[in-house]
């Protein structure tokens, strides 16, 4: 069997010591924004514009950005981390989609969830989680969310 993998990007954002998740629908657990990454954009693009369209916010990506520039190449901004997801597994154990995610940090300026696009989660699913939160939770969270999402909230707040 084949896997199908598809690139995305998500961005963890965070405001006064808190990040913001949603229970997806689809997949059923505790996620932050992001989503498919399209043909013309560069993953810190794509991560900017999910949030943007998920929650309404305007996040500034806290990333590390290189410092290589030349006629043919410049540094993008770096993502926190990237993660090999596993989307669909099969009984037999064979992985049959997977995401190659560009997680990001971001800093929003406030915690009013309105989304800008048109098929969006109602704000009201959206919820903001401390730290402590996220550990008080974490039987229902899965747990690189949890680990990320505290590891968003310690950067951004220094």
Not at 59 to 88: C, K, M
Request: hydrophobic share 35%; charged share 30%; proline share 6%.
């Amino acid at each position: 069997m084949e896997t199908t993998r598809h690139f995305v990007a998500t961005v963890y954002p965070v405001c006064d010591g808190a990040t913001l998740l949603h229970e997806h629908d689809r997949l059923g657990m505790w996620l932050p924004p992001g989503g498919h990454i399209d043909r013309d954009e560069l993953p810190h693009e794509a991560a900017l514009r999910e949030c943007h369209e998920e929650t309404g916010l305007e996040v500034d990506l806290v990333a590390p950005h290189g410092t290589i520039e030349s006629d043919a190449a410049r540094s993008i901004p770096e993502p926190q981390h990237f993660l090999l997801e596993d989307i669909n597994v099969h009984e037999s154990g064979q992985v049959g989609h997977q995401h190659v995610d560009f997680v990001f940090y971001g800093q929003a300026d406030t915690r009013e969830v309105d989304p800008a696009g048109d098929d969006e989660a109602h704000p009201e699913v959206w919820e903001w989680f401390t730290a402590e939160e996220l550990d008080a939770r974490a039987g229902e969270l899965p747990t690189d969310v949890v680990e990320v999402g505290k590891r968003a909230i310690e950067t951004v707040s220094k």
